[in-house]
């Protein structure tokens, strides 16, 4: 049979014509795990040029991080008794092993930089005019792995997401559950001895009745609040405040509350404070919960301090009582979700629980941090900031 040079001469240039446009690094090493062939897409996949890569040994041709790290050459890295790749290319020769799709996660030099890659290799041995050499196609899926890493971590998110609302409702139906049926419980109960009750004890039912339902309606709008902040849509409404003139319409209200348990509120503030721009009702929210947090948990005739301070382009608001205190182990977890301390109140006032993690929500999302400061048996610091332009107005101390 003769052979038409020229035939076989087309056919080798069409055989590397196709090896050039496979997208999978396609290379060939001999015995010694020096690489002898590679088509285009190995030095798209490795960014290397074929001068630096033909006649290397396989690690450092591919940019190993072990031989690059160690100055040492493939074989003699602390890596290579362990390299599944490395014992993969041997086998080829050793035992005629092939590997297919086998997944590979190494760190490699790329022009320089430590990256990660993802790979699914094959390798098959090859015998060509008495010579053994060992064909290894690479297939570089770091982006489909980078994308299902992302999808994972989304969905871990969203499982996580979905347990917390499933703890955020079922103790949302314990705190409505209560006073529900206190009202049922006590509206039955007015059914049946109606005609027996006594115009002062009728009063006294409904009371009952109102400060139950008071707490019910409370619970649900902070439910209501929360969830439009996870949502996304609690629309800011902001505007330049006098913020001293703000607060102090603010603790006017609170005083009534105050004195209800002899108690006394005091405002600090200091030489300038300039204007902040915020969402009144908002902010009015966060500081009315931090008062009223304030008064419910200390005791008759202690003094509760607002003070209102400027740093570093922040106005500061701390609500200084003088109360009980929260424990260390406890400060944590308080501005969570139906997170309760141990401490109760001083006068039987109920909590829903969710006024401080709508709080820290609301301050965050005024571009602001929240905090507190306790001590058993001494009282708490809760402060919060709010970014400031440099626009100062006349203050009014008290």
Not at 23 to 50: C, E, H, K, M, Y
Not at 241 to 251: R, S
Not at 271 to 279: A, L, T, V, Y
Not at 348 to 363: F, M, Q
């Amino acid at each position: 049979m003769k052979i038409n040079i020229r035939d076989l001469r087309e056919s080798n240039e069409f055989l590397n014509i196709l090896l050039d446009n496979v997208n999978s690094a396609i290379f060939l090493i001999d015995p010694t795990i020096r690489i002898t062939s590679i088509n285009d897409a190995f030095t798209s996949v490795f960014q290397n040029d074929r001068s630096n890569i033909l006649g290397e040994l396989c690690g450092n041709a591919l940019g190993c991080s072990y031989s690059v790290e160690e100055g040492k050459n493939c074989g003699e890295t602390s890596n290579c008794n362990k390299c599944e790749f490395r014992e993969s290319l041997l086998g080829a020769f050793m035992q005629n092993i092939p590997v297919d799709r086998q997944s590979l996660t190494r760190e490699y030099y790329i022009r320089g930089v430590k990256t990660t890659k993802y790979l699914q290799y094959s390798t098959r041995l090859i015998k060509f005019n008495g010579q053994e050499m060992a064909l290894v196609i690479v297939d570089d899926i770091t982006s489909l792995e980078e994308q299902r890493l992302v999808l994972a971590k989304q969905n871990e998110m969203l499982t996580d997401l979905n347990e917390q609302k499933n703890l955020f409702l079922g103790m949302a139906a314990h705190d409505l559950r209560n006073p529900i049926a206190s009202i049922k419980g006590l509206s039955e109960l007015m059914l049946e001895i109606h005609e027996t009750l006594k115009p002062e004890e009728t009063i006294e039912f409904l009371q009952m009745m109102n400060s139950a339902s008071v707490h019910s309606l409370q619970l649900i709008n902070d439910l209501l609040t929360i969830s439009k902040i996870e949502a996304g849509k609690l629309d800011l409404k902001r505007e330049k405040v006098n913020y001293v003139a703000f607060l102090k319409g603010i603790l006017k209200v609170n005083q009534f509350f105050a004195r209800n348990k002899q108690m006394t509120l005091y405002l600090h503030v200091d030489e300038k404070i300039p204007q902040i721009d915020i969402d009144k009702d908002k902010i009015g929210q966060v500081v009315d919960n931090l008062i009223s947090n304030a008064i419910k948990y200390s005791f008759q005739g202690t003094n509760i301090n607002i003070v209102v301070e400027f740093k570093n382009n922040q106005v500061i608001t701390h609500i200084i009582d003088q109360g009980q205190g929260i424990p260390q182990n406890e400060l944590p977890l308080i501005f969570q979700e139906f997170q309760k301390t141990s401490v109760r109140s001083t006068g039987g006032e109920s909590s829903t629980g969710l006024g401080l993690a709508i709080a820290k929500k609301i301050v965050e999302r005024h571009g602001g941090k929240i905090s507190v400061h306790s001590e058993v048996g001494k009282g708490s610091d809760f402060f919060f900031s709010i970014p400031a332009e440099l626009q100062f107005e006349n203050q009014i101390h008290s």
